[in-house]
C-alpha cells in the first residue's frame, strides 16, 4: 500500500512488532486491573521477573523471522517452519521436563512432512519467479527463529506450571510488558526504526489507522492465544497456529474450484492423519495419566480404596 501523492510505501515492518507488543501490554493491563480479574487470596501467580527470559525470545524470534523474508520467499519460509511443533517438543523436554511419546513426535512429523508438501506445490509458481538473495542465510535465520519460539513456549508452559493460579490474562500482561521494554530499547535507543515511524504515520494519519487496527486486532487476538496456552499448554497453541495456514490455503483451493493435484491429496491425507492421530494420543496419554494419579492416591473418584 502507498501513501500520499508521492505514492510513498510503508517501510518500518521491523517496527510493527514492537507496536503490537506495547498495545498489548497497556490492553491486558487494563483487564488485569478489572475488579473481577483479581487474584484471589492466597492464589499462586507468577511474579512478572518470571517473564523476563521468555519476553526476551519473544521478542528476538520473530524480528528473525521478518529477517529471514529478505533473503528467502514467504512460501519458503511457510515451508522451513512448518516444523515448528518439534523444537517446543524438544524445548519442552529441556526445560521444562516434559516428556512426548515416539507417537507424538511421529504425529509432528506427519504433519509437517504434509504442509510442507501441500504449501511446496501451492506455491511452487511462486517460488520459480523469486530469487532468493542468501538462501543459506534466510534458512539459517529461519531456523533459530524456531529455536526461540521454542524455548519461548517451554519457557510459558513452565511458568504455569511452577505457578497454576496464574491467569491467562496475568500472562499475558507481563509478556508482553518485557517484549515492549526491549523492543523500545530497539527501535529508540539502538536503532532509529521507532522514530522513522513517528514521523511517516505524522506524515501519512492514514498509515497511523491501519497500524492501530493492526495492534488491535493482534490483542484481541493474543486473548485466545494465552488462553489456549494456560489450558492445553504450548504444543496445542503451536498446532493450532502451523496447521492454520495449511486450512487457508485448502478452503481457498476448494472455494474458488481448483483441483487438487495428486501430491496436494497425499499432504491433505498426511496431515489429517496426523491430527487425527495426535488425537488419539492426547486421549490415551490422559487415560494414562489418571490411571497413575489413581494409583498415587490409592482412591477412585468415588472415594472407595483401590485394592
Known amino acids: 500500500m502507498r501513501f500520499g501523492p508521492e505514492q510513498r510505501r510503508f517501510t518500518h515492518l521491523k517496527a510493527l512488532n514492537g507496536v503490537q507488543s ?6 491486558a493491563a487494563i483487564l488485569v486491573a478489572l475488579p473481577f480479574q483479581r487474584p484471589q487470596k492466597g492464589a499462586k501467580i507468577a511474579p512478572w521477573l518470571a517473564y523476563w527470559k521468555p519476553g526476551i525470545s519473544n521478542s528476538i524470534g520473530p524480528a528473525l523471522g521478518t529477517q529471514a523474508l529478505k533473503n528467502i520467499s514467504y512460501p519458503a519460509q511457510v515451508l522451513a517452519k512448518s516444523c515448528k511443533m518439534i523444537p517446543v517438543m524438544v524445548m519442552g523436554t529441556l526445560i521444562g521436563g516434559k516428556l512426548y511419546t515416539s507417537l507424538e513426535y511421529g504425529c509432528a512429523i506427519l504433519i509437517a512432512a504434509g504442509i510442507s508438501l ?3 506445490q501451492s506455491s511452487s509458481k511462486v517460488m520459480a519467479k523469486l530469487a532468493a538473495p542468501n538462501a543459506p542465510l534466510g534458512y539459517s535465520l529461519c531456523c533459530l527463529n524456531l529455536v526461540f519460539d521454542g524455548y519461548t513456549n517451554a519457557m510459558q508452559d513452565k511458568v504455569h506450571k511452577d505457578y497454576k493460579d496464574t491467569p491467562a490474562i496475568w500472562s ?8 515492549s521494554l526491549y523492543n523500545c530499547v530497539y527501535l529508540f535507543v539502538a536503532t532509529s526504526a521507532g522514530w522513522d515511524l513517528l514521523t511517516f504515520c505524522r506524515e501519512f494519519p492514514e498509515a497511523g489507522l491501519y497500524i492501530l487496527l493492526f495492534c488491535l486486532c493482534g490483542a484481541v487476538g493474543q486473548l485466545f492465544i494465552f488462553g489456549t496456552i494456560r489450558r492445553f499448554g504450548s504444543l496445542v497453541n503451536t498446532l493450532i497456529c502451523t496447521t492454520r495456514k495449511f486450512f487457508n490455503i485448502l478452503l481457498s483451493v476448494l472455494w474458488s474450484g481448483n483441483p487438487l493435484l495428486p501430491q496436494q491429496w497425499v499432504a491433505v491425507l498426511l496431515v489429517f492423519l496426523g491430527l487425527l492421530t495426535s488425537s488419539i494420543a492426547k486421549r490415551g496419554k490422559k487415560v494414562v495419566e489418571a490411571k497413575v494419579e489413581l494409583g498415587v492416591n490409592g482412591e477412585s473418584t468415588n472415594g472407595k480404596k483401590v485394592e
Not at 506495547?22 to 490492553?27: D, E, K
Not at 499475558?172 to 517484549?179: G, L, S, V
Open 172 to 179: 499475558m500482561c507481563w509478556m508482553n510488558f518485557w517484549c
Open 118 to 120: 501441500f504449501a511446496k
Open 22 to 27: 506495547i498495545a498489548c501490554f497497556l490492553w
